[in-house]
């Protein structure tokens, strides 16, 4: 990732992509459009590679 090292420019860019996934989950909430169902591979393939991404610097105090 080109950002890796720039704890700020990560915390923009994962604060975008939360934004997005919000966004899709309401896109979907009620019933998947048909083109999400068509393009879920691709989708949920980026999204997997985000969301199991591991940065020391987006760590937080946060316990769940």
């Known amino acids: 990732m080109k950002?890796?090292?720039d704890q700020a420019?990560?915390?923009?860019l994962f604060?975008?992509?939360q934004?997005?996934?919000k966004l899709y989950v309401d896109l979907n909430c009620q019933d998947i459009p048909e083109?999400?169902?068509d393009n879920m591979a691709p989708f949920m393939t980026i999204f997997h590679k985000y969301l199991t991404?591991?940065?020391?610097?987006?760590?937080t105090?946060?316990?769940l």
């Not at 991404?53 to 760590?59: D, F, G, M, S, V």
């Open 9 to 12: 420019a990560l915390k923009v």
């Open 35 to 37: 083109f999400f169902e």
């Open 19 to 21: 934004l997005l996934l």
């Open 15 to 17: 604060d975008t992509l």
């Open 3 to 5: 950002n890796e090292t």
């Open 53 to 59: 991404y591991n940065n020391p610097l987006l760590a």
């Open 61 to 63: 105090d946060v316990s």
